[in-house]
């Protein structure tokens, strides 16, 4: 059979999951129909923006995971939302955060190692409007979504 593995990776990391209805039904003892019905009700209101997989991502090659602390110039710092808006199209950066404190973003990066991280941090990171950084490297991950590792 043929093997569509990063394919598929690539479709489910992005939120193009459905709910199993049926184990969900199970699990809150509430019939499908009851399920399917607040599920798409929630979509409508845009409560439910996407249903994700929550992977061990050293097993899709993904396992260096940076949270990285951005600074921005002054002539970026009005308008943080445009910059984050530039960088959340980068498929490296699972998340992006603007923050209270002494930095104004909070991005989590993940990438295959260090190598590539650093490939990353040279090509996206060093541009205009980005006055400093920090990267604060995961050793171990205890939990993610929600879920226990």
Known sequence: MKNIEEKLIEELVTGNCTPQISKLAKRLKEP??????????????????????VFDYKKINRGYCTYVLINLSPDEYGDPERLAKELSKFDEIESIDIITGDWELVLKIRTKDVDEYYAFLKSVLSRKGIERIKSLNTLKQVKTEFISI
Do not use: S
Request: net charge positive; with cysteine; aromatic share 4%.
């Open 32 to 53: 499908a129909t009851t399920i399917h019905y607040n599920i798409k009700r929630m979509e409508k209101e845009g409560k439910l923006l996407a249903c994700k997989a």
